[in-house]
């Protein structure tokens, strides 16, 4: 008989307008790397989250260690030495590592052996020796908001080890890390199962499934459709039953047909909220029918220069052209009607509102015009039509159409929406800023061929990407910049992934 840890048998999870998980039967052994696969909406964080108690499920049971266990709560989860790092982090901004790793379960001491307090002193002790262990290294007195992405994911894993967790979940995490941070994430979780841990992974990433996973569960439509070992079968197999069709790795790229500049910056200098320069004297133009992409690790400049472009944040010298017209000091608002689109990086933060409707965040570009609006009279029915086109062409999964708040939507159908709205302007210049971060293969394929059909279309495509092989995929031209700098402008054809590469790591021309 299998040493199963984990068993969740017949779940069935509903939401209103949606069955999010539909007869699901998942094993998980002991000590194995455990992969969930599917595309945005398919159900595979709703059913980590009934397993980690933040949800019930309406039908079936789930079983640890050949036990029934009915979780009411995560603390239940917890319990049984389950812990779980959400695609979100749940981090106090303004606490320190090691307040957050502890929060719930403090080490306590008396003073003058009466009153009760924390004691944060044998807690930072403890949390620095448990981050040496496990390759997880922090200091535990630095405050959350002013950490990288990348370790604050790390104080998340601690919380789960420090709470001495058995069962790891991992719900996409490296939807928010560059390439060089995943490699690394990957080597911590192969170290974790070599501890003895049993790790299961919510992703859409096939080719990190097919560095670490042992088994993957392929569920579509809230469905199981296949549990597979992964070793024995191929990406592509694995990409058509996520998605439920065949998956075009390479799509049709016609030759670039280029008309005149839309874009010129000229000498731009930006400085960040400390008076440093992170973009430093950079020019370049973008052609109608072009797509220019800018390569580079991340934190060099790249996100800044698309938000200056955009009006997010100011420009501490040289200038910025829009088809002919100085655009420099231009509102936001200006510029997007100037004919600028931007799909930003923090698609919460900037993109969209969480706590609108899905509805009225597809129509935040247009409510102040005609026919949604007419003498400061709001048409709702002109909201509900065009967000229903909307939902259909993009493909945007929703439980509740344009209702659904889009706090419930999934990541990556909230990046559909942001796409959706900004594509549907049909801009003479277009932003993207990791536009493809967090979807699953079947949403990446279809915004690449979005992408190349703007540019067919005569837009200008600016395109910020840290995967290299997108960069590579979609580029006709290619600028790569490193510290602030642009290292390199060339046509897309004369580089290699190797060219580009040494550019990033600030290599300088021979």
Do not use: W
Request: charged share 25%; glycine share 8%.
């Amino acid at each position: 008989m299998e040493d199963y840890i984990v068993e969740m048998r017949h779940i069935t999870k509903r939401f209103p307008g949606i069955i999010a998980n539909d007869d699901v039967t998942i094993q998980v052994k002991r000590g194995e790397v455990y992969a969930l696969l599917g595309e945005n909406g398919a159900g595979k964080s709703t059913l980590m989250s009934m397993l980690f108690g933040m949800y019930e499920p309406d039908m079936g049971e789930i079983l640890i260690n050949g036990e029934p266990v009915k979780f009411r709560s995560s603390n239940d989860a917890t319990a049984h030495s389950i812990g779980m790092v959400h695609q979100h982090f749940k981090l106090v901004d303004n606490y320190t590592v090691a307040e957050n790793i502890v929060l719930g379960v403090e080490p306590m001491k008396r003073t003058l052996g009466i009153f009760p307090s924390v004691d944060l002193k044998t807690a930072n002790r403890e949390i620095a020796e448990l981050s040496k262990t496990y390759g997880l290294e922090v200091n535990p007195t630095d405050v959350i908001e002013n950490i990288p992405v990348s370790v604050r994911q790390r104080v998340e894993i601690l919380k789960m080890l420090y709470r001495k967790a058995e069962i790891l979940i991992f719900d996409e995490p490296t939807a928010v890390l560059t390439p060089q941070e995943i490699e690394f994430l990957l080597k911590i979780i192969d170290g974790l199962r070599k501890s003895g841990k049993t790790i299961i992974l919510i992703t859409h990433k096939i080719e990190e499934i097919k560095k670490i996973a042992d088994r993957c569960a392929i569920l579509y439509r809230g469905r199981l459709v296949k549990v597979l070992d992964v070793q024995s079968t191929s990406s592509q197999d694995m990409a058509n039953m996520m998605v439920g069709r065949e998956v075009d790795f390479n799509p049709t790229k016609t030759p670039a047909n280029y008309r005149g500049d839309v874009l010129e910056v000229s000498h731009l200098t930006v400085q960040n909220a400390n008076k440093f320069d992170v973009v430093k004297d950079v020019s370049f133009k973008i052609r109608s029918g072009e797509v220019f992409a800018v390569a580079g690790v991340s934190g060099n400049g790249q996100g800044e220069l698309a938000d200056a472009v955009s009006g997010l944040m100011k420009v501490y010298s040289g200038s910025i052209k829009l088809c002919g017209q100085d655009v420099t000091n231009d509102s936001i608002r200006q510029r997007l009607e100037s004919g600028i689109s931007y799909i930003p990086e923090d698609r919460q933060g900037v993109g969209v509102f969480l706590d609108f409707t899905l509805g009225d965040n597809l129509a935040i570009r247009k409510y102040y015009k005609q026919p949604f609006s007419q003498g400061g009279i709001l048409h709702f029915s002109e909201f509900e039509n065009y967000a229903d086109k909307l939902i259909d062409r993009y493909d945007i999964r929703c439980g509740q159409g344009r209702k659904t708040s889009l706090r419930s939507m999934s990541g990556g159908n909230q990046q559909k929406a942001i796409v959706a709205r900004e594509i549907e302007e049909h801009a003479k210049l277009i932003i993207f800023v990791q536009p493809t971060r967090g979807l699953d293969i079947g949403a990446i394929e279809n915004i690449h061929k979005q992408i190349l059909a703007e540019r067919d279309r005569g837009a200008a495509i600016l395109l910020i990407s840290l995967e290299l092989d997108e960069i590579m995929e979609l580029a006709d031209t290619i600028g790569v910049i490193y510290n602030g700098q642009m290292m390199k402008i060339a046509d897309a054809s004369t580089l290699t992934s190797l060219d580009v590469g040494r550019y990033m790591m600030g290599v300088k021309e021979a």
